[in-house]
């Protein structure tokens, strides 16, 4: 959980079109890629369990509720990098501004008193009015290929009886996860939450399946490569 980007937390969730964070973290001066999508009002205070693309600040106005963090920077907006916060993204006359906490600081942190502005987030997330602009535009030659791997997409045809553009058939696939002192659910739901705005997916439970299916497609396109990273040898470096 971060620190509110204002002093009051009165904000409302939004449904909205999901967006895409990245490619380079969005602190400043901060060349590394993007890990996470991180909310900047926790999924608490925006009012759902999966957090939202988009809130409604008490005088109306809608803003994007994620920005492309790498997990050095994640780690030290969300508290974990050591005992306490060490920076805070807070919202000043328009602008995403990145700053510091001091390890004096009192705690929780003080708005003004505590906070060491560095700059602001580049890019910022988007407003809803350059919401469209802000998308990368596909490639017409890469159409035909999957935008996680480039590997190319199998033609499949429609199953029999069906209708194009109609509503897909749909079920449900059951994974048991630990309830004891680990909450498994809530370890898949902050993974797919995080990875979902890399994809610009919206993590509802029908949009998780389009989380899953590139990721897990991602590992076993290169089982070597994955299997060092989950070993710890196939870290990045820096």
């Known amino acids: 959980m971060s620190l509110p980007p204002f002093p009051s937390q009165n904000v409302e969730g939004v449904v909205g079109k999901p967006y895409k964070v990245g490619p380079v973290c969005s602190a400043p001066d901060c060349n590394h890629e993007v890990d996470h999508g991180h909310h900047i009002w926790s999924r608490s205070a ?54 510091e906490v001091p390890r004096d600081s009192q705690t929780p942190p003080r708005w003004h008193e505590d906070f060491l502005p560095i700059g602001p987030l580049d890019p910022h997330p988007p407003t809803p009015d350059l919401l469209d602009a802000s998308q990368p535009e596909a490639e017409s030659e890469s159409e035909d290929r999957c935008t996680q791997c480039g590997q190319r997409k199998r033609r499949v045809g429609l199953p029999a009886g069906s209708t194009p553009g109609a509503p897909r058939r749909r079920k449900s696939w059951i994974v048991k996860v630990p309830d004891d002192h680990e909450d498994g659910a809530d370890v898949l ?3 797919v939450d995080d990875l979902a705005p890399l994809l610009g997916i919206d993590p509802t439970a029908s949009g998780r399946y389009h989380v899953l299916v590139p990721v897990l497609y991602y590992a076993h396109q290169d089982e070597h490569g994955f299997l060092d990273s989950i070993k ?7």
Request: proline share 2%.
């Open 46 to 99: 925006s009012g759902r369990k999966g957090g939202y693309f988009w809130v409604r600040t008490p005088d109306g106005k809608v803003l994007g509720n994620l920005a492309g963090l790498c997990y050095r920077c994640h780690a030290k907006v969300e508290g974990q990098e050591r005992a306490g916060f060490s920076c805070w993204i807070q919202y000043h006359d328009g602008e995403w501004i990145w700053g």
């Open 189 to 191: 739901d902050t993974l």
């Open 232 to 238: 710890g040898l196939g870290g990045r470096d820096g």
